[in-house]
């Protein structure tokens, strides 16, 4: 609904339909004037009431009804891989003044929108870049009206994303080209190796109950009748193992927490004789938030020898309030100003680590919602690596071994957003 309120938007989809309306017949149609609303929350029912029923109607004269109901379930539902699907239920008739149908059409659309590139922030409070939203309905509109036999359609979206120009803090010395999947990282450039990264392992380390402070809270439910909270935190560390061609294998372990939380509530109980008594009870322990402390070391090992340790710490990025412009991930003749409504209104997390790298003070520091990682070494630029799960292109600023450049392909290859999450959180 967002993208078809905007007038520009607006008048393409009107377009679409005269177009399609005048190929079929060969007729001019008036002005068409798309209405959108929003569809109540409180509604009974899956969509609305498509009325087709003219109460006066006119001699010679033809009647199109025509509904594009967006199922907000499915409008904006994120896949496993990033991308975005929804539906739109197309419903149209014309008839003739003497109720004779001319056409009866019901389609079900499926737009799929495309994941963004890795190195790419998305809008995500939009289903797709504007002019492939509205591109869009020439096709459906075609299917409704030249196309007899269609009654489904899958549409492919471009994404829109956030367009930014990178700044350099000196010139840079060189780029490198990385090809990865969900198991391999490889640097196709010279220093050439690869990594195969299989599923990372966690162990429990400690467990804590937190029973003063649940016994008092359980003493204010039962006094007051509140309901409260009780609390159980566990200590992990997390293994995250990046294997050679040679079978050496570097691991990454990183320590965090999971927070869980039960809601206690008092019963009231009356037994015959009309004496009331109390009793607490709670519900089962959910998964409520996951946390990192930054005073904890961490650290990169490769055959039990320590590479890098490194604390790391969490803390809001305000970048967002320097997105003025927005494009479809890939082509630069898309790269449009961004209106103020369409603004990101926050952003997740940064994440800085600061520590030693075979003895090397060192920094990251990452931005774009985790796309852009900047190292440092003794305070100067030393690479930025492009991506959000595993780099797919790193820029040197100053000349780098081999081994440096995989440490820090491999501290760019980490999920950091996994370690700083609250439950139900949106961006």
């Given at each position: 609904?967002?993208?078809?309120?905007?007038?520009s938007i607006?008048?393409?989809?009107?377009?679409?339909f005269?177009?399609?309306i005048?190929?079929?017949?060969?007729?001019?149609?008036?002005?068409?004037?798309?209405?959108?609303?929003?569809?109540?929350l409180?509604?009974?029912?899956?969509a609305p009431?498509f009325?087709?029923?003219v109460?006066?109607?006119?001699?010679?004269?033809?009647?199109?009804?025509?509904?594009?109901?967006?199922?907000?379930?499915?409008?904006?539902?994120?896949n496993?891989?990033?991308?975005?699907?929804?539906?739109?239920?197309?419903?149209?008739?014309?008839?003739?003044?003497?109720?004779?149908?001319?056409?009866?059409?019901?389609?079900?659309?499926?737009?799929?929108?495309?994941?963004?590139p890795?190195d790419?922030?998305?809008?995500?409070?939009?289903?797709?870049?504007?002019?492939?939203?509205?591109k869009a309905?020439?096709?459906?509109a075609?299917?409704?009206?030249?196309?007899?036999?269609?009654?489904?359609?899958?549409?492919?979206?471009?994404?829109?994303c956030?367009?930014?120009?990178?700044?350099?803090?000196?010139?840079?010395?060189?780029?490198?080209?990385?090809?990865?999947?969900?198991?391999?990282?490889e640097?196709?450039?010279?220093?050439?190796?690869?990594?195969?990264?299989?599923d990372?392992?966690?162990v429990?380390?400690k467990?804590?109950?937190?029973?003063?402070?649940?016994i008092a809270?359980?003493?204010?439910?039962?006094?007051?009748?509140?309901?409260?909270?009780?609390?159980?935190?566990?200590?992990?560390?997390?293994?995250?193992?990046?294997?050679?061609?040679?079978?050496?294998v570097?691991?990454c372990?990183?320590?965090?927490s999971?927070?869980?939380?039960?809601?206690?509530?008092?019963?009231?109980?009356?037994?015959?004789?009309?004496?009331?008594s109390?009793?607490?009870?709670?519900?089962?322990?959910?998964?409520?938030?996951?946390k990192?402390?930054?005073?904890?070391?961490?650290?990169?090992?490769?055959?039990?020898?320590?590479?890098?340790t490194?604390?790391m710490?969490?803390?809001?990025?305000?970048?967002?309030?320097?997105y003025?412009?927005?494009?479809?991930?890939?082509?630069?003749?898309?790269?449009?100003?961004?209106p103020?409504?369409?603004?990101?209104?926050?952003?997740k997390?940064?994440?800085?680590?600061?520590g030693t790298?075979?003895?090397?003070?060192?920094?990251?520091?990452?931005?774009?919602?985790?796309?852009?990682?900047?190292?440092?070494?003794?305070?100067?630029?030393?690479?930025?690596?492009?991506?959000?799960?595993?780099p797919i292109?790193?820029?040197?600023?100053?000349?780098?071994?081999?081994?440096?450049?995989?440490?820090?392909?491999?501290?760019?290859?980490?999920?950091?957003?996994?370690?700083?999450?609250?439950?139900?959180?949106?961006y």
């Amino acid at each position: 609904m967002i993208l078809a309120a905007e007038d520009s938007i607006k008048h393409s989809i009107e377009k679409s339909f005269a177009t399609a309306i005048q190929q079929r017949w060969n007729i001019e149609t008036p002005q068409l004037a798309l209405t959108i609303k929003p569809w109540s929350l409180f509604s009974l029912s899956d969509a609305p009431r498509f009325n087709t029923k003219v109460k006066e109607k006119r001699e010679n004269t033809w009647y199109l009804f025509l509904q594009i109901f967006a199922n907000s379930n499915t409008t904006n539902y994120y896949n496993v891989n990033g991308s975005r699907s929804g539906t739109l239920d197309v419903k149209c008739k014309v008839v003739r003044f003497d109720d004779s149908v001319i056409l009866d059409k019901k389609l079900l659309v499926k737009l799929n929108t495309d994941n963004q590139p890795s190195d790419q922030v998305s809008l995500k409070g939009l289903p797709a870049y504007p002019s492939t939203y509205a591109k869009a309905f020439d096709t459906i509109a075609a299917a409704i009206f030249l196309q007899d036999d269609v009654t489904e359609r899958n549409i492919s979206l471009k994404p829109a994303c956030i367009f930014s120009d990178t700044k350099f803090d000196q010139p840079p010395l060189t780029q490198l080209e990385f090809k990865n999947d969900n198991l391999y990282i490889e640097n196709a450039t010279e220093p050439q190796f690869s990594f195969h990264v299989p599923d990372p392992t966690y162990v429990k380390t400690k467990t804590k109950d937190n029973t003063g402070g649940n016994i008092a809270n359980g003493t204010i439910a039962l006094f007051t009748g509140l309901s409260v909270n009780k609390k159980k935190t566990f200590d992990y560390l997390a293994d995250f193992p990046f294997e050679t061609h040679d079978s050496s294998v570097y691991h990454c372990f990183i320590h965090f927490s999971e927070v869980m939380i039960a809601e206690i509530d008092r019963d009231k109980e009356k037994d015959a004789g009309g004496n009331v008594s109390y009793s607490l009870h709670s519900s089962g322990f959910s998964n409520r938030w996951r946390k990192t402390d930054p005073g904890i070391e961490n650290f990169v090992t490769l055959k039990g020898d320590t590479l890098i340790t490194f604390k790391m710490k969490f803390a809001p990025g305000d970048e967002y309030k320097t997105y003025t412009r927005f494009w479809d991930g890939s082509d630069s003749s898309t790269i449009s100003d961004l209106p103020e409504k369409w603004r990101i209104k926050r952003n997740k997390d940064n994440v800085t680590l600061e520590g030693t790298m075979e003895g090397v003070a060192f920094h990251m520091q990452s931005s774009k919602e985790f796309t852009e990682k900047r190292f440092y070494f003794n305070d100067k630029p030393a690479m930025i690596t492009y991506g959000s799960d595993a780099p797919i292109r790193a820029i040197l600023f100053q000349p780098l071994s081999e081994q440096q450049i995989k440490l820090f392909t491999i501290l760019s290859s980490i999920p950091y957003s996994y370690f700083n999450t609250l439950q139900d959180d949106e961006y």
